[in-house]
T-cell receptor, first 112, second 113 residues
């Protein structure tokens, strides 16, 4: 079945710098790759997603890139701000079932 | 518009006790999901439902049962709780299948002693 690996587990960056979180997946049939942000004590919330027919997608300071050949996708956050501090999860879906397979999460710390 | 709500927020059970977690959504979503979240393991799907009256097993269904008698509600039951079921449980819903955003509830923290 699908397996999603996420790195790093913790990322600490200076406010204003960029942050990059990477995920790899194993099932070449996966076609949907969302990123969720989870703040302390809350449920995850979708921040951006990408489908397999697209290589890159941007939304203000957030971007996601997808390399289908290498089976990896990345989240890029530019000009980081204190409110970006949270746990970020990547996920991958397989059209043969209704399941999202999740990465283990990255705790992003923005240092003032 | 409350979105997805979960009750209770916290619960402590003794081994062998049973309980039901309730999830409710007011967005008229067809799909609903129950996940558990453990440190360092991300989210794992327990059971899901593709519509009223339907349920299906996810990645880690053992020890849990679910019911979807009404479209807006999805219940997760633990018949005989075990310490391994200590976790944070999240309910989510989505308009259609996986290519659409999942909306999550605030979670239920369950401790089994």
């Amino acid at each position: 079945g699908e397996n999603v690996e996420q790195h790093p587990s913790t990322l600490s960056v200076q406010e204003g710098d960029s942050a990059v979180i990477k995920c790899t997946y194993s099932d070449s049939a996966s076609n949907y790759f969302p990123w969720y942000k989870q703040e302390l004590g809350k449920g995850p919330q979708l921040i951006i997603d990408i489908r397999s027919n697209v290589g890159e997608k941007k939304d203000q300071r957030i971007a996601v890139t997808l390399n289908k050949t290498a089976k990896h996708f990345s989240l890029h956050i530019t000009e980081t701000q204190p409110e970006d501090s949270a746990v970020y999860f990547c996920a991958a879906s397989n059209p043969s079932n209704y399941q999202l397979i999740w990465g283990a999460g990255t705790k992003l710390i923005i240092k003032p | 518009n409350a979105g997805v709500t979960q009750t209770p927020k916290f619960r402590v059970l003794k081994t062998g006790q049973s309980m039901t977690l309730l999830c409710a959504q007011d967005m008229n979503h067809e799909y609903m999901y129950w996940y558990r979240q453990d440190p360092g393991m991300g989210l794992r799907l327990i059971h899901y439902s593709v519509g009223e009256g339907t349920t299906a097993k996810g990645e880690v269904p053992d020890g849990y049962n679910v019911s979807r008698l009404k479209k807006q509600n999805f219940l997760l039951g633990l018949e005989s709780a075990a310490p391994s079921q200590t976790s944070v449980y999240f309910c989510a819903s989505s308009y259609e299948a996986l290519l659409y955003e999942q909306y999550f509830g605030p979670g239920t923290r369950l401790t089994v002693t």
